[in-house]
């Protein structure tokens, strides 16, 4: 048997992940993750690096699910700077390897799996925090995780009107032609009213204020992944009932929990094994930051998929 390892690429890890199949699977492991060891996951908080003189930065994310025999790390770069120049503001791989001996089974793409699993994790939020009437949904940003989450959420609720806002009109308008959606001019005009928000830009500033909220709503904030950055304002955090996907990694990572000092109610893991009550009819947030857990099963996930069909 030939001992190198497989490379499978974006367009086969697109063909081969569906939303279906991914979002019970990342929730269980985020219920996994937030039962630590009698879970069975090992994972550490990411290291990140900064790459000062370009503006970039570099995460390697180990992680070990017992449960899914899944062993891998993520290699990711985000380059917010290369937006714009044809360049992906992110880029990853993910390095699988076989638990039970080691042997380095496969090198998937991992650009597909982040853009997915994240927006599969906010998924798995929204159907324990969104109030199960929620007819529109918000978002903010147009990249790439705008577009994954349009697509996850709409397995999660019965939206009417999805309304989408970015900092450059022509985004969004590129956004709307493809995903149907109604362009915004401010994002304050895009959260009014809005059952479900979802916040995936590289906003350094909050964007989001608490008095534009509606009672009751559910965000996801999806960016804002470092310690100095906000998309939420203070306000809105420490009014809100906020969820995180690791306590550990958002005290370390996150300038939305850090610089308000909001309280953290649970990890998402939490509402899915039962230990912490999902309130609802209150306004919640889900500050995600990504965990290597996720990407470990989704890779395992499509791994096992493709050689099925070798
Ligand atoms: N929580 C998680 O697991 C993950 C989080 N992310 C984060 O999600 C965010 C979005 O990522 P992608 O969609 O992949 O990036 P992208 O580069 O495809 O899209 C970024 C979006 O942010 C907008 N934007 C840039 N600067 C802004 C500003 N100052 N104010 C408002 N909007 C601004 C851009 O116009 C664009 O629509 C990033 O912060 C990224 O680091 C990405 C991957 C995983
Ligand atoms: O979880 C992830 O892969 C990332 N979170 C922020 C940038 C990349």
Redesign the pocket.
């Given at each position: 048997m030939s001992r190198l390892p497989k490379y499978i690429e974006a367009d086969d890890v697109k063909r081969i992940l569906k939303m279906t199949d991914l979002i019970p699977i990342i929730e269980k492991a985020m219920g996994d993750f937030s039962k630590g060891e009698d879970g069975g996951v090992v994972q550490p908080v990411r290291s990140i690096i900064p790459v000062e003189k370009h503006g970039g930065f570099f995460g390697a994310m180990p992680a070990y699910s017992e449960n899914d025999a899944a062993l891998a790390t993520k290699l990711?770069t985000?380059y917010?700077k290369?937006?714009g120049t044809g360049l992906?503001?992110?880029m990853a791989a993910i390095i699988l390897f076989e638990p039970s001996t080691g042997e380095l089974k496969s090198i998937l793409d991992g650009e597909v799996i982040?853009?997915m699993?994240?927006a599969a994790?906010s998924a798995v939020a929204t159907k324990y925090l969104a109030s199960e009437n929620s007819k529109i949904l918000c978002i903010?940003?147009?990249?790439?995780?705008?577009?994954?989450h349009y697509k996850s959420l709409h397995h999660i609720c019965n939206f009417e009107e999805v309304r989408v806002w970015?900092?450059?009109l022509k985004?969004?308008q590129a956004f709307s032609s493809q995903l149907k959606s109604k362009v915004c001019e401010t994002?304050e005009e895009a959260v009014r009213g809005a059952d479900v928000i979802v916040t995936?830009?590289?906003?350094?500033?909050p964007?989001v204020e608490w008095e534009w909220v509606k009672p009751g709503a559910h965000i996801n904030a999806?960016?804002?992944?470092n310690i100095k950055?906000q998309?939420l304002s203070s306000e809105l955090m420490q009014k809100s009932v906020v969820h995180v996907?690791s306590r550990e990694a958002a005290m370390k990572e996150s300038g939305d929990v850090i610089i308000s000092k909001a309280e953290i109610f649970a990890e998402i893991g939490d509402l899915v094994n039962g230990t912490k009550e999902a309130q609802r009819e209150k306004t919640t947030v889900f500050k995600?930051?990504?965990?290597a857990i996720?990407d470990a099963v989704s890779a395992k996930l499509v791994y096992d998929k493709h050689m099925e069909n070798q």
């Open positions: 990711v985000f917010p290369n937006a992906p503001t992110h982040t853009s699993r994240t994790a903010l940003g147009s990249g790439e995780q705008a577009r994954s970015s900092p450059t985004n969004a994002a995936a830009t590289f906003a350094k500033q964007i999806v960016g804002a992944v950055w998309e996907d995600s930051l990504g965990i996720e």
